[in-house]
């Protein structure tokens, strides 16, 4: 093993570097003193529902792809090959299905926190239970997500590590607090075009390098990295096609459906049809990103082959080795390590100014107003920035006890995407389901979020157990939508197939969100039923999509009835909720279209495959 290798920036590179941080802090600090000069909670939080499909869009992208993902994704091609590329076939459901379910009833709402929705739909309590999870979830990942990329930073060009977390940590509570989600969405368009120039520029020289695109390929082929559709059905296979498309449209629904981080993009939108147009354009830009993240790991192959610089032991593990790829290749050209390690940092900013705006947004609607007397909208807007500059700080500490994790960072991050997938269930058992009731939407939720962590933590612990040889191959698992990520350690053994508990540790990652989505679903209807089922009468009109009154449009008026299945969407709504002032108008665009019907089958689909999982696991 030889010693690690530690490469230097030029001054060119720094200074790119730090015209990132000064652009970013220029574009709040423009927001804070331009415009309403985030004077109203409105406006602070929801841009004054003002923004526009592009803006928007590109916004949702730099959520979604991480620094988390610009490491791990080369990573994962450059050890398994392009298997991971499938992925792509579940963005086209994942984003379609919010764009005509999530989004029409969140938006006719006129929530300001997706979690509202749930005391629309259940109670206060099932709210603050939903709010409560979700900001457990986001807590714990934003220490993990600015400490990562600084500490393959640190290791691999010896740049001082708490420089690097601090200066990040700071300019983006910085421009959080002072321009609201105005300054966050604008950051994130700046910081898209950054990364996007980043990995373009390492995946030009390096392709050049090895001798073109075709002797890329070429090297990758011999290598076995071209992977084949592999139509395995078995769930406890780590990547097949069934595992990325199907149970990987489960983790963009619980980042692009239910996250409040994305759900309120959406709302700052100046219509719902922006907000639909904005989720589309979406989908090309993420398979532009997937397949940069594709050719990297295959360009990496092809300059170091089986010889990895892990192997080598120039670097500790497989997050730094794609940096250590962008200092080896770009060695000679001052000023583009800096412009990929400024992508990398842009991955991190927008993830984290995300983290901080909705958790600002959820604590503030949902902990917050309900539980005081009403204060002024001066009051509330000083009030919804310090909560911006309190999780800022929350951020810093967790950076800090992320640094005294170590291996445990592994386990850290596959909390946030054990928890993504109960919150699905959650919203789908609320929307989906109509007889389903507070209690059982409690019960499940819990339920939900036991089951995750069984299978999570317990699935971590047993490949900690079996370190031993024959071989562990250390690998990041790409992150699939900012707010559903997943890092864990992969066994390649010759074992038997697992059977009984042991099966169930073993299931794929990738169904995770499926598995524990449909957990709460299941346990939810059964204690509703035992408890006494809700009744349509009794349901805040616009809280139910009708999946069942879609799907059985064939059975007579009355017996939909009885089945409590023919709510439907369109209905006029002049008041919902006295506390909540919620207002609802009807749209004519959501009738029993072709396209919605074929939408609901598939999710009942998934629904029910989840659900034989779920059953399977038991047994």
């Known amino acids: 093993m030889g010693d690690i290798v530690l490469m230097h920036f030029s001054t060119v590179d720094y200074v790119i570097f730090v015209l990132l941080l000064v652009a970013s802090a220029g574009i709040g600090l423009y927001y804070a003193f331009s415009g309403g000069r985030q004077r109203t909670t409105q406006e602070f939080l929801l841009a004054d529902r003002s923004m526009s499909c592009l803006p928007v869009s590109l916004s949702l992208l730099a959520t979604?792809?991480?620094?988390?993902?610009?490491?791990?994704?080369?990573?994962?091609?450059?050890?398994?090959?392009?298997?991971?590329?499938?992925l792509g076939c579940s963005y086209?459901?994942?984003?379609?299905?919010?764009?005509?379910?999530?989004?029409?009833?969140?938006?006719?709402?006129?929530?300001?926190?997706?979690?509202?929705?749930?005391?629309?739909?259940?109670?206060?309590?099932?709210?603050?239970?939903?709010?409560?999870?979700?900001?457990?979830?986001?807590?714990i990942y934003m220490g993990v997500v600015l400490y990562a990329p600084a500490l393959a930073l640190n290791a691999v060009t010896g740049f001082d590590l708490w420089g690097a977390v601090l200066a990040m940590g700071l300019v983006c509570t910085l421009y959080t607090a002072l321009g609201g989600l105005k300054a966050v969405i604008w950051t994130d368009v700046f910081q898209t075009i950054v990364m996007f120039a980043g990995q373009l520029a390492v995946i030009i020289v390096g392709t050049h390098q090895a001798g073109g695109i075709a002797e890329v390929w070429k090297k990758a082929q011999n290598g076995s990295r071209i992977s084949g559709l592999d139509l395995n059905p078995d769930p406890l296979e780590r990547h097949t096609f069934w595992t990325l498309g199907v149970g990987g449209v489960f983790l963009m629904l619980a980042l692009y459906g239910v996250n409040q981080a994305q759900v309120q993009r959406y709302l700052s939108s100046r219509t719902e049809k922006v907000a639909i147009m904005s989720c589309y354009a979406v989908f090309p830009c993420q398979q532009i990103v997937l397949t940069m993240g594709c050719l990297m790991g295959l360009v990496m192959y092809a300059r170091y082959g089986e010889e990895s610089p892990l192997d080598k032991g120039y670097v500790k593990s497989n997050d730094q080795m794609v940096l250590y790829f962008v200092m080896d290749v770009l060695q000679d050209l001052p000023g583009l390590p800096g412009l990929f390690v400024a992508c990398l940092f842009s991955g991190a900013l927008s993830t984290i100014s995300s983290a901080f705006n909705s958790l600002a947004t959820v604590t503030m609607e949902d902990l917050i107003k309900p539980h005081v007397a009403p204060m002024t909208e001066a009051r509330a807007t000083?009030?919804?920035?310090?909560?911006?500059?309190?999780?800022?700080?929350?951020?810093?500490?967790?950076?800090?006890?992320?640094?005294?994790?170590?291996?445990?960072?592994?386990?850290?991050?596959?909390?946030?995407?054990?928890?993504?997938?109960?919150?699905?269930?959650?919203?789908?058992?609320?929307?989906?389901?109509?007889?389903?009731?507070?209690?059982?939407?409690?019960?499940?939720?819990?339920?939900?979020l036991v089951m995750a962590f069984w299978i999570g933590i317990g699935s971590f612990l047993s490949r900690m157990s079996a370190s031993a040889p024959p071989v562990m191959n250390g690998t990041i698992i790409p992150d699939v939508g900012n707010m559903t990520?997943?890092?864990?350690?992969?066994?390649?053994?010759?074992?038997?197939?697992?059977?009984?508990?042991?099966?169930?540790?073993?299931?794929?990652?990738?169904?995770?969100?499926?598995?524990?989505?449909?957990?709460?679903?299941?346990?939810?209807?059964?204690?509703?039923?035992?408890?006494?089922?809700?009744?349509?009468?009794?349901?805040?009109?616009?809280?139910?999509?009708?999946?069942?009154?879609?799907?059985?449009?064939?059975?007579?008026?009355?017996?939909?009835?009885?089945?409590?299945?023919?709510?439907?969407?369109?209905?006029?709504?002049?008041?919902?909720?006295?506390?909540?002032?919620?207002?609802?108008?009807?749209?004519?665009?959501?009738?029993?279209?072709?396209?919605?019907?074929?939408?609901?089958?598939?999710?009942?689909?998934?629904?029910?495959?989840?659900?034989?999982?779920?059953?399977?696991?038991?047994?």
């Open 92 to 139: 086209f459901l994942g984003l379609l299905i919010p764009a005509h379910i999530f989004i029409p009833v969140f938006y006719r709402l006129h929530l300001s926190s997706t979690y509202q929705y749930l005391e629309l739909r259940f109670s206060k309590s099932v709210r603050i239970c939903g709010t409560v999870t979700f900001i457990f979830q986001m807590v």
């Open 485 to 619: 990520t997943a890092l864990m350690t992969t066994l390649i053994t010759s074992k038997p197939r697992p059977s009984g508990v042991q099966a169930l540790y073993s299931l794929s990652y990738m169904w995770y969100s499926a598995h524990n989505s449909a957990t709460v679903v299941v346990v939810g209807l059964l204690v509703s039923f035992l408890t006494g089922p809700s009744k349509e009468k009794d349901l805040n009109p616009g809280t139910i999509y009708p999946v069942l009154g879609n799907l059985l449009f064939f059975l007579p008026q009355r017996y939909r009835e009885k089945l409590c299945c023919v709510t439907p969407l369109d209905d006029k709504v002049t008041h919902l909720n006295a506390q909540l002032s919620c207002t609802y108008e009807s749209k004519p665009s959501f009738k029993y279209s072709v396209l919605s019907s074929v939408m609901n089958g598939y999710v009942c689909l998934c629904l029910c495959y989840s659900l034989k999982l779920w059953i399977v696991s038991l047994t």
């Open 64 to 86: 979604f792809q991480s620094a988390v993902a610009i490491l791990g994704a080369p990573s994962e091609i450059y050890t398994h090959g392009t298997q991971y590329w499938f």
């Open 382 to 448: 000083l009030l919804s920035k310090m909560l911006a500059l309190g999780y800022g700080l929350v951020c810093l500490a967790m950076a800090y006890i992320a640094s005294l994790m170590g291996s445990v960072l592994q386990a850290a991050l596959s909390i946030f995407g054990m928890v993504g997938g109960p919150l699905l269930g959650l919203f789908c058992l609320g929307m989906f389901f109509p007889w389903a009731n507070s209690t059982g939407a409690l019960v499940g939720l819990v339920s939900g």
